[in-house]
T-cell receptor, first 113, second 110 residues
Framework: SAVISQKPSRDICQRGTSLTIQCQVD?????MFWYRQQPGQSLTLIAT?????????ESGFVIDKFPISRPNLTFSTLTVSNMSPEDSSIYLC??????????FGPGTRLTVT | GENVEQHPSTLSVQEGDSAVIKCTYS??????FPWYKQELGKRPQLIID?????GEKKDQRIAVTLNKTAKHFSLHITETQPEDSAVYFC?????????FGTGTSLTVIP
């Protein structure tokens, strides 16, 4: 399976600021995704990161709040913009391999004060 | 879109007993059904999956069954051990979209 790393692993941010989370994969993958997982909750898909084009956002998530970049097949970033305490969550990137198996990064624990 | 329901939300079993977690899905186009185990503070890990052309798949103590007609699939863990304690998520996939269940917190009591 692919090895996925995320940076930072955790951060504490002030309201109104932005944080960019990086996701790096050790091999080229077609599909990359960004999820949010609030404490004790399931995984909510934010968007699919498309290489070379705009990300595809799920209902309830917009590009102005969660801009995503994917400059190549091994790297993606998610920015959480103009943060509020409600954005406190764990953010996970994931990749899908050719067998359609999905693997998750270690997550970024974000706390907004 | 796809809607995945998962039951129960919590499950406690004695060590050595079996545990069963059930999920239902709504979209008959879903054709791939993975299960993830998430230990406290860690990332979800894929533990087993099944595709729509198969009715059952087994890997040591874990097995998954799929009933396409009824649109439900289940995870079975036999001879449970304390290290099986975790939150388990089912998912249903259509092409490259994954839809997750709400999770089952499994506690195995020694």
């Amino acid at each position: 399976s692919a090895v996925i790393s995320q940076k930072p692993s955790r951060d504490i941010c002030q309201r109104g600021t932005s944080l960019t989370i990086q996701c790096q994969v050790d091999s080229q993958v077609t599909m990359m995704f960004w999820y949010r997982q609030q404490p004790g909750q399931s995984l909510t898909l934010i968007a699919t990161a498309n290489q070379g084009s705009e990300a595809t956002y799920e209902s309830g998530f917009v590009i102005d709040k969660f801009p995503i970049s994917r400059p190549n097949l091994t790297f993606s970033t998610l920015t959480v913009s103009n943060m509020s305490p409600e954005d406190s969550s764990i953010y996970l990137c994931s990749v899908e391999d050719l067998a359609r198996e999905q693997y998750f990064g270690p997550g970024t624990r974000l706390t907004v004060t | 879109g796809e809607n995945v329901e998962q039951h129960p939300s919590t499950l406690s079993v004695q060590e050595g007993d079996s545990a069963v977690i059930k999920c239902t899905y709504s979209d008959s186009a879903s054709n791939y059904f993975p299960w993830y185990k998430q230990e406290l503070g860690k990332r979800p890990q894929l533990i087993i999956d099944i595709r729509s052309n198969v009715g059952e798949k087994k890997d040591q103590r874990i097995a998954v069954t799929l009933n396409k007609t009824a649109k439900h699939f289940s995870l079975h863990i036999t001879e449970t051990q304390p290290e099986d304690s975790a939150v388990y998520f089912c998912a249903a996939s259509i092409t490259d979209q994954f839809y997750f269940g709400t999770g089952t917190s499994l506690t195995v009591i020694p």
